[in-house]
């Protein structure tokens, strides 16, 4: 059989360092289909990124899993994200990544352009992996070029996550609808009655000025290249570090040394824009009661939101891509292993998933009730694949970002160093 | 054994004649040298020779991991020398390599001149001024130091008693790479252990003799124990500056994996990882890594050519 030199030919070429041959080797592994040759267990190694909390469910539902498909054992592997991503990348390089692994929006195209992801069609269209079932068409966040290279595994939106006390004490109310100036009137307020600064950097959140470039009709990104110009993102920047000299923005030296911890659970601002998925974080960070707030518009009616997603791919080298497909079906389908899983990872995607599980804290309750109403205001729109190269230039964002409320660098120059970074990151 | 106390010995000219049996049993003996030798060899070719072979060859390709390495000639030079983060790297670099070395070295000696003196507990002072070289490197150290420059944190609410208040280090675009000199300096008991070994190699008769003609404790450090000790000092400052260019750990961990705020602390390996590793240029990183290894070579060669003239080697000393 073609299997064992196949096998035998990678083992060699690893060790010649030849990666790339490689990763072409994986996608004939991939052709050639000898998945569960029948002689016993089968071993896949599921990797992930993310705290303790989310790794100790993980380990149950593979617990689970384990239990109902004895033969098949899965091997965890797990570190924070930056770290995720590094040794990803290696591991991929050099034909060895994890069977199946975590992956969001932003590395889509660029693993599959590196011949990396598995299309889990053919799986689906084997009666491996069922692609029904999915709640308000998030499955497409997974598609790139016809192809299902990642299946959600739960759905999020950006949202505003405030400090309920402040809040309450400068008397601002967040309301659906609001406007950028009814919003920074609302941080005017806030320093003026509470004394402390209202967003903790709103200006660097490349996720959140997609927003504002959407509810403007553009988007951060096209298929290939940035969808907006310098000077929209000029304005943008200009505009931040004035409200960080002015004291509505949190004071960027604090905010970087209090990290990892938030500049909002830190009590250095009583807002900070971020994926409501993370809101759970900021309850047993701070000291405050936190909530989550409608995204300003700049027409009082669109909020350029869409969800976003964590998802599931596959290798597309994996000796096993059946168990490969059974495995991801268990971990979006079953009611069992959404239960435990929660709203970890977003509002479960399944609709099996979704009725399953009830949340019972008020945090997964207050993450819930906004995405209803969020879906219900209907404003959500569709989220497009990341260019190649999206991953570099959201650090690029932030980073360049940082300098500008340092007043490191001036926004024009800002945006000028972003434009040429971006190109280098879309050549890559 | 032999085969090390041989080598050195043989004249250059000629081998000795040596009978048949005598040579058979040297070849074994050299072979049994080279088995011994053996693993270190695999190592070095594999782990180094190997991988700085690649990287040469890397340095003028646009390699992304993924695809084959594309000969791109000087490219990855002449984009790294117009690269304003690059240029911000070697900035911050030499910087701290200028700040960082200077002042470790002068707390080692004064460090090693108090010490060398016959004291009680004189083993106690000496472990515990060479402990923070030992765990230095570590992590964990840089959480720490993390912990301390940051705002409202020790240094922070020390200052603020002497009338500084610039908020913590590390937040602090124009502070913070003095947080890791700082940190470089804690870590004087290398260069302090080397010095102390200098300090005692120096003849005591130099001394008394100094004394005799009326010398004071400054003159006689100036005139006898700098110049005794200046092989050791060079030796120092040679290994100290190498280290320091190649900062990493510190850097990476106080920064919180960003080498900033504001690239505050993008010293050179850390742009170099960020490139190679984040954004997986690894042409580009190898580009890098070669223009260090030539300035370190370099900056070596100048301070040896600059020893002539102020390193001072006794013909007479063992």
Partial sequence: ????????????????????AAVGLGATAACG???????????????????????????????????KYPKIKIKPEFTDYEAFWEKFQTQASGGNPPDVFQNAVGFLRKYDKRGVLLDLKTQADAGNLSLEGFRNGVLANGQVDGKQIG??????????????????????????????????????????????????????????????????GKAFFTDSDLGFTEDDLTQWWEDGYKRVRSGLVADPKKVEQVKPKSALSAGLAASEFTWDNFSIRYEGEGE???????????????????????????????????????FIDFMVHDPEAGKIMGYDRGILATTEQYDAFTPTDPNNKGVKAYEEEVAKAGVLGKITPHPSGADVIEAAFLRIGGEVAQGKTKPADAAKALFSEAKAAFAG | MTLVKEAPVRPAGKRPAAPAAGRRGRRRENLAGYLFMSPWIAGFLLLTAGPMIASLYYAFTSYNLFTPPRWVG???????FQDPRWQKSVEVTLKYVVVATPLKLLLALGVALLLAQKRRGQGLYRAAFYMPSLIGASVSVGFVWRALFSDDAVVDRTQKIFGFDVGGWIGNPDYVLYSLVALSIWQFGAPMVIFLAGLKQVPQELYEAAEVDGAGPLRRFWNITLPMISPVLFFNVLLESIHAFQVFGSAYVVSDTRCGPADATLVYTCYLYQKGF?????????AMAWTLVIAVALVTAVLFWSQKKWVHYEEAAK
């Fill in chain 1, 151 to 216: 299946i959600p595994v739960g759905a999020n939106t950006m949202a505003l996550v405030i400090d309920l006390k402040a809040f309450k004490k400068a008397g601002v109310e967040a309301k659906f609808g609001w406007t950028w100036d009814e919003y920074f009137d609302a941080l005017q307020t806030i320093q003026d009655k509470v004394k402390i600064a209202g967003d903790t950097g709103y200006f660097s959140i490349m996720y959140l000025y997609d927003l504002y470039l959407r509810q403007n």
């Fill in chain 1, 33 to 67: 289909g000898d998945s569960g040759s029948g002689d016993g267990t089968v071993t896949l190694r599921y990797a992930w990124w993310g705290g303790e909390p989310r790794t100790i469910a993980i380990k149950k539902t593979i617990a689970l899993f384990e239990k």
């Fill in chain 2, 278 to 286: 984040k954004e997986a240029q690894m042409g580009f990183a190898s």
């Fill in chain 1, 288 to 326: 405050s009661d936190y909530g989550l707030a409608p995204i300003p518009t700049t027409d009082g009616k669109d909020t350029g939101q869409y969800l976003g997603s964590l998802m599931l791919s596959a290798f597309s080298g994996t000796k096993h891509p059946k168990e490969v497909a059974q």
């Fill in chain 1, 1 to 20: 059989m073609g299997t064992s030199r196949n096998v035998e030919r990678r083992t060699i070429l690893r060790v010649a360092g030849a990666s790339a």
């Fill in chain 2, 74 to 80: 000087l490219d990855n030079f002449t984009t790294m």
